[in-house]
């Protein structure tokens, strides 16, 4: 399985950004998605994922801000972010979690956001 992820970018805090991130090849492997992000001198930290029944679950520092989706083909991850804080500031990356493989990773997407 690839990932392919876009969508970051500079955006004023309280403003928006919608990062997506498409997935290619074995996909009928992918039983959930995941949205991780990792600041300058921090660790990699999960932010939201979901499972193919469409279960979600959010780190606490975004719930009510944040929203993972994927479409109806499952072959693609949205991540909806509102209400962005500078602390939001992150390298974004796509997790997929694979049934008899290791998980995969996209290539990271820059968020930044101002105050």
């Known amino acids: 399985v690839q990932l392919q992820a876009c969508g970051g970018g500079l955006v004023q805090a309280g403003g928006s950004l919608r990062l997506s991130c498409a997935a290619s090849g074995s996909t009928f492997r992918i039983y959930a998605m995941a949205w991780y992000r990792q600041a300058p001198g921090k660790q990699r930290d999960s932010v939201a994922q979901?499972?193919?029944?469409?279960?979600?679950n959010y780190a606490d520092s975004v719930k009510g801000r944040f929203t993972i989706s994927r479409d109806n083909a499952g072959n693609t991850v949205y991540l909806q972010m509102n209400s962005l804080k500078p602390e939001d500031t992150a390298v974004y990356y796509c997790?997929?979690?694979?049934?008899?493989?290791?998980?995969?990773w996209g290539q990271g997407t820059q968020v930044t956001v101002s105050s």
């Open positions: 979901i499972i193919n029944s469409g279960s979600t």
């Open positions: 997790n997929a979690r694979l049934s008899g493989r290791a998980p995969t």
